[in-house]
């Protein structure tokens, strides 16, 4: 109990010194819209400046859910991959998620199954993408047969 306290005091303190910038609000904004040309230009316009920001990984993740919605699958990938080579970690564990829908999309279901079960492995305690995982490789198992 305490830990989580601790946990939430943290994250809390980091959401109020890196809270998000107009142009990632912008880009966000326009995404909940479906503009997401709109939206994708604003997001890599932001990363292209602010390469090392708190919010790039967000911007990737975020970059990555536009392709998947424009059924870009390999621009899904690539975009929600980046993820992981950002500074704050907090957001590779629904990159992972979204790294798996990817595969998924592109029938490459024995890729997908080694992400879900490295989100299980690397994330335990994340409960709603283990429950996720735990769902797809159900899908996958049943479509592997």
Same mark, same amino acid.
């Given at each position: 109990?305490?830990?989580?306290?601790?946990?939430?005091?943290?994250?809390?303190?980091?959401?109020?010194?890196?809270?998000?910038?107009?142009?990632?609000?912008?880009?966000?904004?326009?995404?909940?819209?479906?503009?997401?040309?709109?939206?994708?230009?604003?997001?890599?316009?932001?990363?292209?400046?602010?390469?090392?920001?708190?919010?790039?990984?967000?911007?990737?993740?975020?970059?990555?859910?536009?392709?998947?919605?424009?059924?870009?699958?390999?621009?899904?990938?690539?975009?929600?991959?980046?993820?992981? &080579?950002?500074?704050?970690?907090?957001?590779?564990?629904?990159?992972?998620?979204?790294?798996?829908?990817?595969?998924?999309?592109?029938?490459?279901?024995?890729?997908?199954?080694?992400?879900?079960?490295?989100?299980?492995?690397?994330?335990?305690?994340? &409960?709603?993408?283990?429950?996720?995982?735990?769902?797809?490789?159900?899908?996958?198992?049943?479509?592997?047969?």
């Amino acid at each position: 109990m305490k830990k989580n306290i601790i946990i939430i005091l943290i994250f809390s303190i980091i959401s109020l010194i890196a809270k998000a910038p107009p142009e990632y609000t912008k880009a966000y904004e326009l995404f909940n819209k479906k503009e997401y040309k709109a939206s994708e230009k604003i997001f890599r316009d932001f990363i292209e400046e602010n390469p090392e920001h708190f919010y790039a990984a967000n911007c990737y993740y975020w970059l990555g859910m536009i392709n998947l919605k424009q059924k870009d699958y390999l621009g899904a990938l690539f975009d929600f991959e980046q993820v992981m &080579t950002c500074s704050n970690e907090w957001k590779y564990s629904d990159a992972m998620i979204g790294v798996g829908s990817s595969y998924m999309k592109l029938k490459k279901y024995e890729e997908a199954k080694n992400t879900y079960e490295r989100i299980k492995k690397l994330y335990p305690k994340d &409960t709603k993408n283990v429950n996720e995982s735990n769902k797809q490789l159900k899908i996958i198992a049943k479509k592997i047969k």
